[in-house]
């Protein structure tokens, strides 16, 4: 038994994180590609032109130039930041007084559940890491939902000045080439950016994530919804001028307990 619990096949998916890397060239690759088309291409010699143009296009440049320091920053935050790991032997607080490790009846399905002493299923256990599993934390994929959404925001705006100015002047095949590349793609990343926001606005003000919603749907009242405001402030924090940038106060990280990932209230009343 202890030689299977420490073979862990999830290893076998390591080399998977080289496609992570090769994402993020990607997204370099159609950054750079849609700067060209934006800031070389079109504004950029309207710009240097002078005139009454001129003013404009200072004025778009600025913009994008704003929302470009913004995507990349949000964009590095999301790849960067260590998500953190459930500290070794971690219970919940519920089964602090309950059974040992040792007795526990353990089901090798990895979301499997346990029975403590009074004979509820109060805790979870993950076999793919032999540890308890906190509630509402799954396991994912190598490229998560959020970064595809965030690589999606990286390409909306270009996107969206792109589009105003593609027609303006004679070009040469290879910029019509890039001038192709970057709509079409910046179309399929928008369109699909829209369903994102729609989808996570809902559910960040419901407080539920995208694994919860069927959970969800089956309840009355969803027992992490502690009201829109609220369940805001657990996602962005309390500090309302930092919800528009990827940080949190150091009061925020320490006095929001969602934030360290492994407790999370929940509403008194709620039905199940
Ligand atoms: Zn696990």
């Not at 750079?32 to 004025?59: C, M």
């Not at 606005?201 to 069927?214: D, G, P, Q, R």
């Amino acid at each position: 038994m202890d030689c299977c619990r420490r073979v862990n096949p999830f290893r076998a998916c390591s080399p998977l994180r080289g496609l992570g890397y090769l994402m993020l060239a990607f997204v370099a690759a159609i950054v750079a590609v849609s700067y060209y088309a934006v800031v070389v291409y079109t504004w950029g010699p309207l710009l240097l032109g002078g005139g009454g143009a001129a003013a404009g296009a200072a004025a778009v440049l600025v913009a994008f130039h704003l929302l470009l320091a913004m995507i990349i920053w949000c964009y590095l935050m999301v790849v960067f930041t260590d998500p953190g790991a459930v500290p070794e032997n971690w219970r919940h607080a519920s089964e602090e007084d309950g059974i040992g490790v040792n007795t526990r009846t353990i089901s090798y399905n990895w979301d499997a559940t346990y029975p403590n002493p009074e004979g509820q299923s109060a805790q979870k256990y993950c076999s793919r890491c032999q540890n308890g599993k906190p509630p509402r934390c799954h396991h994912c994929s190598v490229y998560t939902f959020v970064e595809t959404v965030l690589d999606t925001l990286v390409l909306l705006p270009y996107f969206i000045e792109f589009f105003r100015d593609e027609s303006r002047r004679s070009s040469s095949p290879g910029d019509i080439a890039i001038l192709f590349v970057t709509f079409v793609l910046n179309l399929a990343f928008a369109l699909s950016l829209l369903c994102f926001i729609g989808m996570h606005a809902s559910l960040v003000t419901s407080n539920t994530t995208s694994i919860e919603v069927h959970e969800r749907r089956n309840s009355v009242s969803w027992k992490y919804d502690l009201g829109w405001r609220k369940n805001l402030e657990q996602v962005f924090g309390t500090k309302k001028l930092l919800w528009f940038l990827p940080l949190y106060s150091a009061e925020d990280l320490h006095n929001i307990g969602a934030l360290h990932g492994l407790e999370f209230p929940t509403r008194s009343d709620a039905v199940v």
